[in-house]
């Protein structure tokens, strides 16, 4: 018990630099109040730093991902990326990873890609004051263009939705695109930061998808699900000068040139 509480003080510690004082007080009756609401009771947050307030479904992952961009930081390891226009995000789920995008780089747009109907709508409701900065597409990433079934995976909850193609019997839930076609359409000439957490996707888009994309790629922020992913992203990557590093669940490429 007395070794957790180093951990447990660290993390408050965290906490209180990232919210202030008052801030986290809110944050923690907003914490009590997730777990005796409804999902579809909405719950909203202003954090320092945010110029809108954030939305939340109750007893969900949402407050997870929340915590992993707004106080674990993670894209962090991006802040000094320079001249940022074009942002893809791949599995954007409730948006938290795009409001941070468009908070830290105000001139950028963010592609949000997300194929759950209900993260979806509270995607849309997030981003929405971004006006056109902000871009949702529901769709799955994949290596190309198809119909794929979607189902949840892991641990059931809302940040855990796969896609795959459907059998002879099945029928598509929700139409996919690829990289390539996002950045043709924004019509930027470059992807400054692609953000993947695509839930196993990521395999079939590096290692059946057309990667001509990657040469136009500043950086990567990507969660590799197993080490088939693993694989198939280093290999496709390993033409270009990409340098690599880990931050907590993401590996990191930063384009070298």
């Known amino acids: 018990m007395a070794a957790h509480i180093p951990k447990k003080l660290s993390a408050f510690a965290r906490l ?23 999902p579809d009771q909405l719950l909203s947050l202003r954090i320092p730093g945010t110029p809108y307030p954030l939305w939340f ?10 915590h992993q961009t707004f106080v674990r930081r993670q894209y962090d390891a991006l802040s000094g990326s320079s001249d940022v226009r074009l942002v893809i995000d791949g599995g954007a789920n409730a948006g938290y990873a795009a409001v941070w995008f468009l908070i830290r780089f105000p001139g950028a747009c963010v592609v949000a890609v997300e194929p ?48 795959r193609e459907p059998a002879l019997w099945e029928t598509a ?14 019509g930027e000439p470059r992807i400054s930061i692609l953000k993947l957490r695509v839930e196993g996707a990521e395999k079939a888009i590096f290692a059946d998808g057309d990667s ?12 590799l699900h197993d080490e088939e992913c693993r694989e198939a992203f280093l290999n496709a ?11 907590g669940d993401l590996t990191i490429a930063r384009h070298a040139g």
């Open 116 to 163: 759950d109907p209900a993260n979806a709508d509270l995607l849309e409701r997030n981003l929405k004051p971004y006006g056109n900065r902000a871009k949702v597409v529901r769709s799955a990433l994949w290596s190309h263009p198809a119909g794929m079934v979607l189902r949840s995976a892991g641990d059931g909850r809302a940040w855990a939705w796969q896609v």
């Open 57 to 66: 479904r109750p007893q969900t992952s949402d407050i997870d991902v929340f």
């Open 173 to 186: 839930d929700v139409t996919a695109t690829d990289i390539g076609s996002l950045l043709a359409e924004s």
């Open 237 to 247: 990557i390993e033409d270009h000068p990409f340098h690599i590093s880990e931050v």
């Open 16 to 38: 209180l630099r990232t919210l202030g004082p008052v801030c986290l007080l809110r944050y923690k009756w907003r914490q009590w109040q997730m777990r005796s609401r409804r």
């Open 212 to 223: 001509e994309w990657l040469a136009c790629t500043d950086n990567i922020a990507i969660e």
